[in-house]
C-alpha cells in the first residue's frame, strides 16, 4: 500500500528546536502543498533562530503558524537568552509576526490572522496567568494570544524542595496557576 498524502492536513513540527532544521522543513512543506496546497504547517519554537528569511516565509504563505514557546518574564533567568529582549535580534521579527498574524495585534491581518500564539511556561515566580498576559501586552505593545500555559512542575525530590515554599504541594500550585480561569 502507498500513504495518500493528499488527506494530510497540517504538518506541525516540535521538540528540540525545530527552526535548526529550517531548510529541510521548507522542503517537506513545499513538497507536500504539491500534493495538497492546503496543507498547513504549524512550528512551535523557542524562537531563537527566528531570521529574515523565516519571519517572511511564514508573513507570506498562508495556512501557517508559529508558536513562540517563552518563559514570560523568567525566560532570561530560565533560560539565559530572551528572544523577545529588547535589543535583541530576533526581537523585532517577533513583532512583526505578531502583528501581522495575530488576530489581538494591531494593523492589517494576513490571511491568516490566527497564525501567532504563545505557549508559556509557568514558573514558581509566576503569580497568576493574567500577570503573564498582561506581561506580553507589555512586551509586544498590544495584546497577544497566550495558548496553552504549561506550569513547570518538579520532577525529582531536589526541585520539589526547592518549590515547596512557593506552592506547598501539587493541589495548591494547580489552583493557582488555574485560578484565573477556574
Given at each position: 500500500d502507498s500513504l495518500d498524502l493528499s488527506q494530510l492536513k497540517r504538518i506541525q513540527c516540535w521538540g528540540g528546536e525545530p527552526l535548526l532544521y529550517w531548510k529541510a522543513i521548507r522542503r517537506i512543506i513545499d513538497g507536500m502543498r504539491e500534493i495538497n496546497p492546503n496543507a498547513a504547517l504549524s512550528i512551535v519554537t523557542n524562537g531563537s533562530l527566528m531570521n529574515r528569511e523565516i519571519a517572511d516565509w511564514f508573513l507570506t504563505n498562508t495556512n501557517s503558524a508559529l508558536v513562540l514557546s517563552h518563559d514570560a518574564m523568567a525566560q532570561k533567568q530560565m533560560r539565559g537568552i530572551d528572544p523577545l529582549e529588547r535589543g535583541s535580534r530576533t526581537r523585532d521579527?517577533?513583532?512583526?509576526?505578531?502583528?501581522?498574524?495575530?488576530i489581538l495585534g494591531p494593523g492589517p491581518k494576513s490571511t491568516d490572522a490566527r497564525g501567532f500564539s504563545i505557549n508559556p511556561v509557568l514558573s514558581a515566580g509566576v503569580k497568576s496567568i493574567a500577570e503573564v498576559v498582561d506581561w506580553y501586552t507589555e512586551c509586544f505593545g498590544f495584546q497577544v494570544p497566550v495558548a496553552e500555559c504549561i506550569p513547570v512542575i518538579p520532577t525529582n525530590f531536589k526541585e520539589a524542595e526547592k518549590a515547596t515554599?512557593?506552592?506547598?504541594?501539587?493541589m495548591d500550585y494547580?489552583?493557582?496557576i488555574y485560578r484565573d480561569v477556574l
Open positions: 521579527f517577533w513583532i512583526e509576526i505578531a502583528s501581522k498574524k495575530n515554599p512557593y506552592f506547598g504541594h501539587l494547580t489552583k493557582m
